[in-house]
């Protein structure tokens, strides 16, 4: 927050300063003996009376001081205090007045009153910064007071603020926070950078715009707000007085656009339409009006909502770069053996429907998806001659085989984005019984990745021809399932997966085929 300039405190009050001095019996004065503010009698009376005449008073005590005046500039003071000597009388006053005076001021040795003089511009300097302290904390509350609402509205949206939360998700809550916190009716964001997701306008609230009016709100706001570089809002609070605006007068009485900016670059507007405030507070014919703290409310979620847009633009282009390689390789290894091509993404797709029959979340099922997708990723450090054999594999080809979930989890272990996955990479052989590899690991100490990709792997190899056997039917391997559950499979899971209709697996095997990219082809044709 950038505070606000605060008037610069004088170090030197002669009022002020006169008043502290008087307190303790000393009166201050210019260089020529006269007080700054009010004197005691005896300064007035005879002290000062004979300084001017004579430079001296018996029974008095001076001392000179130099002060800063906080102007870069230096002023000369007297200090004047009682000696404690009682002086004689003169023609100024009488023997009875200097006694009854003397005897209710303290008294000064020269040293002392000296220390005075010396202490006196650090004791004005400290009142002074402390003087300033004391404006600034006022200007702070001040401002304090002022920006609570867009302070609150930036946290609240800025915690809702991650790049993996979908778009049109965030989106609404930045649009209906902002309209609670503003009290307006409706909110919106447009976005005209091409670049970024979520195109279409983003409209929420009481106000109902049809496709056309959003349509001519959008090219309105392009037009008015592009062009602004210094001061790029639109703040109307009578939309019949502006031309350009009078045909939203019938339903919209207010507009406030501010624009969406990155890096020097107009990414689209965040809006608001009418404030919503009751009647009883402001009146039937003063609804409220759009104020410069309304913009610099909706300016500070902007900025989120800008920043949000493009990180979640940078977020899907590294997760689809990321994809995309990742699909290569399991396509690479698909190539390897024509047998299995596509095998990676149908274990996918069925590991994929059983964590959804088991209840879990569409995230979940999501990466379980993907370690199916990976789960096979290990044969690439195999012999080719041993994953094409035809016939049955040796001890030692077979031993070879087995290492493939080990030399895929060395693969992908490096990768921080699918570490979650890793464990059905490398336990997706194990056994219920505790008779699989690589660990020999049994029930539910096998990882739970592991025991879904167990059932969707088995199933899509028995569903698969070789060239030394015929696939099984959907409904045969189904019952292979049953018959194995509590010894190869998880009795749970393998019931789960025996429930899915037959029709929903012969979609996805389909659904497979048909969306099979013909980058697997070409791989195994230069295979």
């Known amino acids: 927050m950038r505070m606000t300039p605060q008037p610069s405190v004088d170090l030197f009050d002669p009022a002020w300063t006169a008043e502290r001095l008087r307190e303790v019996g000393v009166c201050i004065t210019d260089r020529r003996w006269t007080p700054f503010g009010a004197a005691d009698d005896f300064y007035l009376r005879y002290a000062l009376p004979t300084l001017k005449s004579q430079g001296v008073a018996p029974g008095v005590t001076t001392a000179i001081a130099e002060i800063e005046t906080g102007r870069r500039q230096r002023r000369t003071v007297g200090l004047v205090a009682f000696s404690g000597t009682m002086p004689s009388p003169t023609n100024y006053c009488n023997i009875h007045d200097l006694a009854a005076w003397s005897a209710t001021l303290p008294a000064y040795s020269q040293a002392a009153l000296d220390r005075l003089a010396i202490n006196l511009p650090s004791f004005l300097g400290t009142r002074s910064r402390l003087a300033e302290a004391r404006q600034e904390l006022d200007a702070l509350s001040s401002q304090l007071a002022d920006t609570y609402e867009e302070l609150s509205l930036v946290y609240q949206i800025g915690s809702n603020m991650t790049v993996n939360s979908p778009t049109a998700s965030f989106l609404r809550a930045a649009c209906d926070t902002t309209a609670t916190v503003m009290e307006v009716k409706t909110t919106g964001v447009i976005v005209w950078d091409e670049r970024l997701p979520q195109r279409a306008p983003q409209i929420f609230g009481k106000i109902p715009l049809s496709e056309p009016e959003?349509?001519?709100?959008?090219?309105?706001?392009?037009?008015?707000?592009?062009?602004?570089?210094?001061?790029?809002?639109?703040?109307?609070?009578?939309?019949?007085?502006?031309?350009?605006?009078?045909?939203?007068?019938?339903?919209?009485?207010?507009?406030?656009?501010?624009?969406m900016r990155r890096h020097g670059k107009t990414l689209g507007c965040m809006f608001a339409?009418?404030?919503?405030?009751?009647?009883?507070?402001?009146?039937?014919?003063?609804?409220?009006?759009?104020?410069?703290?309304?913009?610099?409310?909706?300016?500070?979620?902007?900025?989120?909502?800008?920043?949000?847009?493009?990180?979640?633009?940078?977020f899907q282009d590294s997760e689809s770069l990321m994809m995309g390689l990742l699909h290569s390789l399991v396509a690479a290894v698909d190539a390897k053996d024509a047998y299995t091509c596509g095998h990676s993404v149908r274990v996918g797709l069925f590991a994929k429907c059983l964590a959804q029959a088991a209840g879990y979340d569409q995230k979940f099922a999501e990466r379980v998806y993907f370690a199916g997708l990976m789960h096979d990723v290990g044969k690439i450090g195999i012999d080719d001659a041993v994953l094409r054999k035809a016939g049955r594999l040796t001890e030692e080809e077979f031993a070879q085989i087995r290492r493939h979930?080990?030399?895929?989890?060395?693969?992908?272990?490096?990768?921080?984005?699918?570490?979650?996955?890793?464990?059905?990479?490398?336990?997706?052989?194990?056994?219920?019984?505790?008779?699989?590899?690589?660990?020999?690991?049994?029930?539910?100490?096998?990882?739970?990745l592991g025991r879904i990709l167990c059932i969707a792997d088995s199933f899509d190899a028995m569903t698969s021809s070789r060239t030394y056997r015929t696939a099984m039917s959907v409904e045969d391997a189904m019952g292979e399932i049953q018959k194995c559950r509590g010894s190869h499979f998880d009795p749970h899971f393998a019931d789960l997966f025996s429930s899915i209709p037959t029709h929903q697996i012969r979609e996805l095997v389909a659904t497979e085929r048909q969306?099979?990219?013909?980058?697997?082809?070409?791989?195994?044709?230069?295979?």
Do not use: C
């Open 214 to 259: 959003i349509n001519r709100l959008d090219a309105l706001l392009r037009q008015m707000i592009e062009p602004l570089r210094d001061e790029a809002s639109v703040l109307v609070n009578e939309t019949s007085q502006v031309p350009q605006l009078a045909w939203m007068s019938p339903k919209v009485t207010q507009l406030l656009a501010v624009p």
């Open 273 to 314: 339409l009418d404030k919503d405030v009751p009647p009883e507070i402001f009146g039937t014919f003063n609804r409220g009006v759009f104020t410069s703290m309304d913009r610099k409310l909706i300016e500070g979620v902007a900025v989120h909502v800008a920043m949000f847009l493009e990180n979640r633009k940078l």
């Open 405 to 448: 979930p080990e030399i895929g989890y060395r693969i992908l272990e490096g990768v921080p984005q699918i570490r979650d996955i890793l464990p059905g990479v490398l336990y997706h052989h194990e056994k219920f019984d505790g008779r699989g590899y690589p660990e020999g690991l049994a029930a539910e100490r096998i990882p739970l």
């Open 515 to 527: 969306n099979r990219l013909p980058d697997f082809r070409l791989l195994q044709q230069a295979a």
